[in-house]
């Protein structure tokens, strides 16, 4: 497997490293079960790397992380308006 900064995944989890190895898990049983990968990656990548590295590029992210993202896009959308 390749080098995963974690500096670049935690944020991805809420900070928990619990939370980043359960989605990382849950993401690489999908694509080992054939779901379509979400970035251009060789063939012959495991599914974990693959996982890791749709979790960086801010494919995969835990829903209340991206809720959070989402509000504080809201807020700021909304305060330039003003």
């Known amino acids: 497997m390749i080098y995963q900064p974690i500096e670049k995944l935690l944020p991805r989890s809420g900070f928990s490293s619990y939370k980043l190895i359960a989605m990382a898990f849950k993401r690489a049983q999908e694509l080992s079960n054939g779901s379509p990968k979400l970035i251009e990656a060789p063939m012959i990548e495991k599914a974990t790397t693959t996982a890791f590295r749709e979790i960086i590029a801010g494919k995969v992210m835990l829903k209340e992380v991206a809720d ?7 807020v700021e959308k909304k305060a330039k308006k003003k």
């Open 68 to 74: 959070a993202e989402e509000a504080a896009l809201a």
